[in-house]
């Protein structure tokens, strides 16, 4: 096997494969990195939240400051905090191309965010961390859609196993609308939000 790279590392370290690519990884050593990786030793209550927290951020790429932000705007709504945050981050302009299936991973859909092949009610939008509202129509820009990644991507590379209620998805035209914020139970990331939330307000 092939030495592993970083998000790899951070992979083992997480629990979680972070990419594809990853899981052959992960399978190979479910263990953390390091001398004492393979030690099963009992995590105290902040650990737990700690790492819990860590996976979050993880599976969405954002900075310890934007996650710290979006918890705050969550607790000043209605609601289970926990789940209000996992539906902020879930409607992140990178997070809505990756379900709807434009992009492999995180990390390829902030890239194509990033370099403007992505555009939302028909007006281009180079930030990841952009919200996309309910009503809102996120499509591959008409110049972008002959690139070999996004032929791909219109031809289901990366469509998920299972269809996302909240998205309106037209995958030959690589477009899609949000029809609505999700429930907590639709959205595929591995984390317990509450251990998250309790991280952020001990």
């Keep these: 096997m092939n030495t592993p790279r970083p998000k790899a590392k951070l992979s083992r370290a997480l629990g979680i494969a972070l990419t594809p690519k990853c899981q052959k990884y992960l399978e190979a050593r479910p263990y953390p990195p390091g ?3 393979r030690s099963r030793k ?11 927290k860590q996976r979050l951020r993880a599976q969405y790429d954002v900075s310890e400051a ?5 918890f705050q705007d969550a607790t000043r709504r209605p609601g289970k ?3 209000l945050l996992v539906a902020d981050l879930e409607s992140r302009l990178d997070a809505v191309v990756l379900r709807a299936g434009f992009a492999r991973t995180i990390y390829q859909a902030r890239q194509a965010v990033v370099h403007r092949h992505v555009v939302v009610n028909g007006r281009r939008v180079d930030r ?53 914020l999700p429930e907590r139970r639709e959205v595929p990331v591995v984390c317990e939000e509450q251990l998250v939330v309790e991280f952020y307000s001990r």
């Design 35 to 37: 001398q004492h990786g």
């Design 42 to 52: 009992q995590q105290s209550d902040y650990k737990r939240r700690l790492l819990e």
């Design 66 to 70: 934007q996650l710290r932000r979006a």
């Design 81 to 83: 905090t926990g789940e």
């Design 128 to 180: 990841p961390s952009y919200r996309v509202r309910p009503g809102d129509v996120v499509a591959v820009a008409p110049r972008s859609r002959t690139k070999s990644p996004f032929l791909e991507a219109a031809a289901g590379a990366h469509r998920a196993a299972e269809d996302r209620a909240y998205l309106a998805v037209e995958l030959a035209d690589l477009r899609a609308q949000l029809l609505r």
